[in-house]
């Protein structure tokens, strides 16, 4: 099975850009397309393709940096 690495974006892409994010808990970073506006849910500014968040070793929400 193909892993994308993803992201959606409270920014509307336009067009789609790469971003880095960084889980701040272990360090690790993954360079994501930002292909999509979102996420719609409160206290959140981005949320990642299972594939980009395996990549970073977050198992659901985690701090992160996002480097544009």
């Known amino acids: 099975m193909i892993r ?3 992201a959606a974006a409270l920014a ?7 971003s880095r994010v960084t889980n701040l808990r272990n360090s690790r970073s993954v360079t994501v397309c ?4 979102g996420p719609f849910v409160r206290g ?3 949320d990642l ?20």
């Open 4 to 6: 994308t690495v993803l």
């Open 12 to 18: 509307a892409p336009s067009p789609a850009r790469t």
């Open 34 to 37: 930002v292909n999509a506006r």
């Open 44 to 46: 959140r500014c981005i």
């Open 49 to 68: 393709s299972y594939g980009a968040a395996r990549a970073i070793g977050m198992g659901g929400r985690a701090p992160v940096r996002v480097d544009r």
